[in-house]
């Protein structure tokens, strides 16, 4: 399953970011049916399904949300 960044997952139907979308329709090749993760970096998890690809911009619907709450995030620091 492929994990992708998106800034703003919304219910229902959305358009992915021209980035995203780049790569997963030209680089990675997915087509329409397939499905993969996004997260929003503050929590949320979606799993979505690739709705319809475009020339520059790929539709995907919402199949799963969650919520992912990490209490105690672990830090590392690392000096080189």
Known sequence: MRFFY???ITQGSMELSPE???HVTQVLR???G???ILTDGKGKKAT????NIAKR????QLVQEEHI???NPDVHLAIS
């Open 30 to 32: 997915m087509k329409e």
């Open 57 to 60: 911009n790929c539709t995907v």
């Open 48 to 51: 979505v399904s690739i709705e």
């Open 69 to 71: 709450v990490n209490h």
């Open 34 to 36: 397939e499905q993969l």
């Open 20 to 22: 995203t979308a780049k």
């Open 6 to 8: 998106e800034e703003n």
